[in-house]
């Protein structure tokens, strides 16, 4: 039985979070190290399930100390990760499958190709 909600628990984490030094290492580990007895007494489940909305209100309440990247892990804003454009028109898709059709090979290696080709003949 849980001791406070989860969205509780999560704002305290948000909470401490901000109160960390720039640049701490193993946020949630310090996060959930600051909770003192309710971070002892809440389960491990809790902690996750809270931990996973206090990370997402982090990086969406306080964008200029907090980054999410791509696998949902938690930096901190500092310039060096780099967000990744993982976006693509479905027409430039559907080319890019037809060309690994018509090359007979598949859309990874059609990439790697392309990339290739544009670093070779690139101009400096």
């Known amino acids: 039985m849980a001791i406070l ?7 305290m984490m948000l909470e401490r979070l901000l109160e960390l030094p720039d640049g701490s290492k193993r946020l949630k580990d310090n996060a959930t190290l600051r909770l003192g007895m309710v971070g002892q ?3 491990s489940r809790e902690i996750n399930a ?3 909305e206090a990370k997402k209100k982090a990086a969406k309440l306080h964008p200029e100390k907090f980054v ?15 967000q990744l454009d993982k976006t693509i028109s479905s027409a430039n898709f559907k080319k890019l499958n037809e060309l690994s059709n018509i ?7 059609m ?14």
């Open 103 to 109: 090359e007979e090979c598949t859309v990874n290696s």
């Open 5 to 11: 909600s989860k969205a509780k628990v999560a704002k």
């Open 41 to 43: 007494l809440s389960t």
């Open 50 to 52: 809270a931990w996973d």
């Open 111 to 124: 990439v790697s190709k392309l990339i290739a080709f544009y670093k070779k003949n690139r101009r400096p």
């Open 68 to 82: 999410l990247d791509c696998r949902g892990v938690l930096h901190w804003n500092d310039g060096s990760l780099k």
